[in-house]
């Protein structure tokens, strides 16, 4: 067992209790503690201070307290006590330190103590200035340190541990654990029950937890693996990496990375000041952040995204798609439901969506590439391109051009574009039938096609390309309109 070191240093006049460090050869007295007693019930009760606890296990019925006193000097030595005593309500182990008054000089004592009790004992232990280490405890217990840290394994029932100024670290445990820590890391490996951890000003790694997990820290990072249930975050100002949950994952931050990966149900992150990274989720994925940039890859459901002051990347969608960005791109690939964007601020791109596209956008472009259903898109200040389009295109752009290609589909899709002070300019596949209706004002209307028309002037083109019946209705104002040929 490491000893506790311990410097006090007295100004005159002044009276100090608390040890800051005991150096081994400043430890001139040594004093062994050994007693036993038989565990009738009731809890088992630890208040140590100043020195390292160690709490053990065995298959008998007593419980065994064993302890070395140090003091670098002998007179204060033989003034710390352990008193311990056995009652009704269970075995009692306290350490006692006389009030200390020095003038000159330091000081240094310690207290290590190792209590060995039944596995199937309540334990309720606290320590103070030093360690505490804890194996094989199979029934409840509560255990508090400040001022070192606890390891705690080969649990079993339900657990709770906290710390201040130190870490706690968990280990093979069967059943349920609370972990609460402040100014120092907790750390979970393999736990087959539950687990909710609170934290500040430390880090969070949980790994190997086959029920559901809650973890809250504030300027800490939290790490995540291999969670058998479902994952709740609250964090603030720490990165979050979580990855393999096998129910729902629902993160809420601020000021933080988020990396989530292969959540087996849906998936839910708020954030703001932090980027948002996630792959490979089940369910329906829901995003609210700001000035945050989102990457998604690899969701088999839905996805909302809604964000501002940061670019919107969703690639291989198994659903549909409702993005809101207010000052950031919006780029989606592989989509196989509709898509919703908006961004006032910020260019759109699409490409391979199988359903329905319904953009709105100012003062960015939009280019929309092989989509299976019909496009909608509200634009300004900026270009709209559509290539590749399967159903009816209907297209209001202000001070932008509008350009339109790869019309497809054997049915009628009415095409309508609407622009000012720009160009417009739309091809038609051969043997298509459009009823057309082309106006302009200060430009021209032209047509690769021929049309039969029945109204004719330099802004204006009226009539029908080959059998007529599909509308295309193409509107100007200070700009001209070409119809092409595919």
Not at 365 to 374: C, E, K, P, R, S
Not at 459 to 470: A, D, E, S
Request: charged fraction near 20%.
């Amino acid at each position: 067992m490491s000893r506790t070191r311990s410097f006090i240093l007295f100004a005159l006049l002044f009276t100090l209790a608390l040890p800051l460090r005991a150096d081994d050869d400043d430890s001139r007295f040594e004093l062994k503690y050994a007693k036993n007693f038989t565990f009738s019930g009731g809890r088992v009760s630890i208040d140590h201070g100043f020195g390292d606890l160690e709490i053990r296990t065995h298959s008998g019925n007593q419980v065994q307290v064993r302890a070395t006193i140090r003091s670098s000097d002998e007179e204060i030595g033989k003034q710390i006590h352990i008193v311990a005593s056995e009652g009704a309500s269970g075995v009692t182990i306290r350490t006692e330190y006389p009030e200390i008054r020095r003038s000159r000089g330091h000081l240094s004592y310690s207290v290590d103590m190792t209590v060995t009790l039944p596995a199937n004992a309540p334990v309720t232990a606290k320590n103070r200035f030093g360690g505490t280490d804890v194996r094989g405890l199979h029934a409840s217990s509560t255990i508090e340190n400040k001022q070192g840290s606890i390891a705690f394994s080969d649990g079993r029932g339900a657990h709770t541990l906290s710390n201040s100024f130190g870490s706690i670290e968990a280990v093979d445990h069967r059943g349920d654990l609370t972990l609460s820590n402040t100014n120092g890391s907790i750390n979970v490996r393999k736990v087959d029950g539950t687990l909710t951890a609170s934290n500040r000003f430390g880090s969070v790694n949980v790994a190997d937890v086959q029920r559901a997990v809650t973890i809250s820290n504030s300027n800490g990072s939290i790490e995540a693996l291999d969670i058998g249930g479902a994952l709740k975050i609250t964090n603030a100002f720490g990165s979050i990496t979580a990855s393999t949950i096998g129910a729902s994952a629902d993160i809420t931050t601020s000021n933080s990375r988020v990396e989530l990966s292969n959540v087996t149900g849906s998936a839910t992150v708020k954030n703001s000041f932090g980027n948002v990274n996630v792959k490979t989720v089940s369910g329906n994925l829901t995003v609210d952040g700001s000035n945050s940039k989102v990457e998604a890859e690899g969701i088999s459901g839905n996805v909302t995204v809604d964000t501002g002051f940061g670019g919107v990347t969703l690639n291989n969608i198994g659903g549909w798609a409702k993005v809101t960005n207010n000052n950031g791109d919006i780029k989606v690939t592989d989509l196989a439901g509709a898509l919703t964007a908006k961004t006032p601020f910020g260019s759109v791109r699409a490409d391979r969506v199988r359903g329905n596209a319904d953009v709105e956008n100012n003062n960015g472009n939009v280019t929309l590439n092989d989509l299976a259903g019909a496009v909608k898109v509200r634009s300004g200040f900026g270009p709209v391109f559509v290539n590749g389009v399967g159903g009816a295109v209907d297209i209001t752009n202000s001070n932008g051009m509008i350009s339109v290609s790869g019309l497809r589909g054997n049915a009628c899709h009415p095409v309508n574009l609407r622009t000012n002070f720009s160009s417009i300019k739309v091809a038609l596949p051969d043997g298509a039938g459009y009823s057309v209706n082309a106006r302009t004002s200060f430009g021209r209307v032209t047509s690769d096609l021929p049309i039969l028309t029945t109204g004719v002037t330099e802004g204006t083109l009226i009539g029908t390309i080959g059998k007529g019946g599909c509308r295309l209705d193409l509107s100007n104002a200070n700009g001209n309109i070409a119809i092409e040929k595919e």
